[in-house]
């Protein structure tokens, strides 16, 4: 139990660095956790065990951390999405860019008619 706690832990740190998929190395982290936990409860001096609780407990952790930050990033993102899409500049903008853009194709049309 304490080898497999220990790469639990190990793929719990992997995960944590996945974003969205963070939420899989919070269960790897915690089912690592429970494991080194027993393995430690029939062998104290168990190194192996050890090490597996506390790349666990670091996984698990970072995990949570880094998932929840992710979920921040999206909410906040949307937040400032929907004010941008309700100011009249952001409009304005946008519809200034597609006249330049038209303009320029309008142009480069010209431009490969004359080679022609």
Known sequence: MGIASLVLGIFS????????????????????IVLAVLARKNNPADSVATGGLITSIVGCALALLFYMACLACVAGSKKVMDEA??????????????????RMEEEANRRAEKGN
């Not at 899409?85 to 038209?102: E, M, N, Q, Y």
Request: net charge positive; hydrophobic share 50%; no cysteine.
């Open 85 to 102: 899409s309700k100011d009249p500049a952001v409009g304005k903008s946008i519809d200034d860019f597609t006249r330049a853009l038209k």
């Open 13 to 32: 740190i992997l995960f944590a660095f996945t974003g969205p998929a963070g939420f899989i190395g919070i269960i790897l982290g915690v089912v690592g």
